[in-house]
């Protein structure tokens, strides 16, 4: 039984991954847009209404802080992408 569970996020993992990848993918768009307006990496305004949109459905307390974590690195992790993008 284990052996199914383990099956079944292992498929769920290489969703992530590709998901993630796409992401990024859109995120260097991003950052060369932001590049060529002058824009700011940080815009505390779209985080928010990130955040805000995506965890106001979750109802069990734990996974709601657990997935506001998630999505805190996922953030973070973009942001790190487009300074890297917009240094080159």
Do not use: G
């Amino acid at each position: 039984m284990i052996n199914k569970y383990r099956k079944e996020i292992d498929l769920i993992d290489q969703e992530m991954k590709q998901l993630f990848l796409k992401r990024m993918a859109i995120t260097k768009n991003v950052a060369e847009y932001k590049k060529q307006n002058k824009l700011p990496i940080f815009d505390a305004n779209r985080e928010k209404e990130i955040f805000a949109s995506l965890t106001n459905d979750i109802n069990d307390p734990t996974l709601k802080k657990l997935y506001q974590s998630f999505l805190f690195k996922v953030v973070e992790l973009s942001k790190i992408y487009q300074k890297e993008q917009n240094n080159d």
